[in-house]
C-alpha cells in the first residue's frame, strides 16, 4: 500500500489511519512519523532473480545485471524518506517534474 502522508503533519510524533477496502475495514492504527526514514526503493531484476535498488545510470537506464552500474559513474537512486523539502504540492496532488523540490537537509 503506499500512502501519502500530508505536509500538515510535519511535526507530529503519530497519526491516526485507518484503511477501509470496500466493506473491510481494519482498526484505528496509531502510525509513527519521523522527520527523517530513508529508504531506498526496489524492483525485482527478473534477470538475476533477485531484488535490486532502484537505479538509474548517466543516460537514465535502469542499472541491474544486463546494466550494471560503473565505478566512477553516477548513478541516481529512487528513494524517499529525505525530510522536508523546499516545494509542497497541495495535499494529495502528485508532486511535479517542475519545480523538482529539493531536500532543505542534504544528505551525506
Do not use: C
Amino acid at each position: 500500500m503506499n500512502v501519502q502522508v500530508p505536509w500538515e503533519l510535519r511535526g507530529q510524533t503519530s497519526a491516526l489511519v485507518k484503511v477501509s477496502i470496500g466493506k473491510i475495514s481494519i482498526e484505528v492504527y496509531t502510525l509513527p512519523l519521523a522527520e527523517y526514514s530513508p529508504g531506498i526503493f526496489e524492483y525485482i531484476d527478473r534477470t538475476a532473480h533477485r531484488k535490486s535498488a532502484a537505479a538509474l545510470d548517466e543516460n537514465n537506464r535502469v542499472t541491474g545485471s544486463l546494466n550494471p552500474a560503473r565505478r566512477g559513474r553516477p548513478i541516481q537512486l529512487i528513494l524517499n524518506g529525505l525530510g522536508p523539502v523546499d516545494y509542497t504540492p497541495e495535499t494529495g496532488e502528485p508532486t511535479p517534474l517542475s519545480p523538482l523540490p529539493r531536500t532543505l537537509t542534504v544528505p551525506k
